[in-house]
């Protein structure tokens, strides 16, 4: 049986429906691999369940964190409300390793699989990066980056409940986690094996695509790994985040946004029959890069890959700019 790799992201099991939904996980080949690429929930409760539920049916799970896992929640246990930033990613990770999934915090694995008929290899790479704000026009200052967002009345949650500890500010830690992932990174394409790349925040501006709510662009990642795809040689890349599921090519490189979203944003996909099952997107074999020049860009519709765009996320409302501040948890 051929051995292949899944992935999912932003399955957000705080809601009642997607927990439900993700109980109804089902196993593949036996040899089989599960990418969680973030935003699975926002409690270390939370993460043992849904890394439970994947190592009961995925023989190789790997996990990234994204925004909610970091946040400090006012929901999760005692013993854990007091932990911010750092110690709360340092939490997620020993979770992780209780269970045997594989973090950025392990070695890449060399994943052996067939494409085509051919045996081949490549690179499994976890990493955690955050963001910096730098996503943004050329004319906004750092400095002046929230007030632009808020212009349009946006501010994301993680502004209250994402902290940066021990780090004075969330651009500083994304610095260090940047310089981590390049060592890791560097040291993984000199096997010559293609990698594939996996995080929840988009390596790339270009390939975030939220028309009713772009100046969310801040928090969605960093300037710094917009060259990756070609510096590290990836042959895929994986990211959430976004909840917008996409496929775009970029120099012959795949890049995936794997999100299932909201429950409110699955729901027309779940109303046409579609499953956590059937919205697992195949990472390895995957599709064949298609020749320069042809290479589309997909919005996944039916079909069991997910949804319209038009469905992704809900417009703001065009009033006064006091009522107008929309809070995002993406």
């Not at 399955?11 to 973030?38: M, T, V």
């Not at 029959?273 to 697992?280: A, P, S």
């Not at 949804?307 to 995002?328: A, F, Q």
């Amino acid at each position: 049986m051929m051995r292949r790799l899944w992935a999912i992201a932003d399955i957000h099991l705080s809601f009642k429906s997607n927990r439900e939904e993700f109980a109804k996980l089902q196993p593949r080949g036996i040899d089989d691999g599960l990418i969680l690429a973030g935003d699975v929930g926002e409690t270390i409760e939370t993460l043992n369940e849904a890394f439970e539920v994947s190592k009961r049916h995925f023989k190789h799970v790997f996990w990234v964190p994204g925004n909610h896992e970091l946040y400090s929640s006012k929901s999760a246990k005692e013993d854990e409300m007091h932990l911010r930033g750092e110690s709360k990613y340092m939490a997620c990770i020993m979770a992780a390793k209780r269970h045997g999934v594989l973090t950025p915090e392990d070695e890449y694995m060399t994943w052996v699989y067939e494409d085509e008929g051919v045996q081949t290899a490549a690179m499994i790479c976890p990493i955690f990066t955050l963001y910096d704000y730098s996503f943004r026009p050329e004319h906004v200052t750092r400095e002046g980056a929230l007030d632009w967002a808020m212009e349009e009345g946006i501010k994301a949650t993680d502004e209250s409940l994402l902290h940066a500890d021990p780090y004075p500010t969330r651009d500083e830690w994304c610095a260090r986690l940047v310089t981590e992932a390049e060592t890791k990174l560097a040291k993984a394409a000199a096997t010559g094996f293609p990698l594939v790349i996996i995080n929840h925040w988009p390596l790339r501006e270009d390939t975030i695509f939220i028309p009713r709510v772009p100046r969310f662009s801040l928090w969605c990642g960093t300037v710094l790994t917009k060259e990756w795809h070609q510096k590290y040689h990836a042959k895929v890349v994986v990211t959430g985040h976004l909840h917008v599921r996409r496929t775009d090519w970029i120099d012959g490189v795949r890049f995936e946004e794997v999100s299932l979203g909201y429950p409110r944003q699955w729901q027309e996909a779940k109303d046409e029959g579609h499953t956590v099952n059937t919205l697992l997107r195949e990472i390895l074999p995957g599709e064949p890069t298609p020749q320069e020049g042809n290479e589309p860009t997909t919005t996944w519709r039916g079909r069991g890959r997910g949804w319209s765009l038009s469905h992704g996320l809900e417009p703001m409302t065009p009033s006064s700019p006091t009522n107008r501040t929309n809070v995002r948890a993406l």
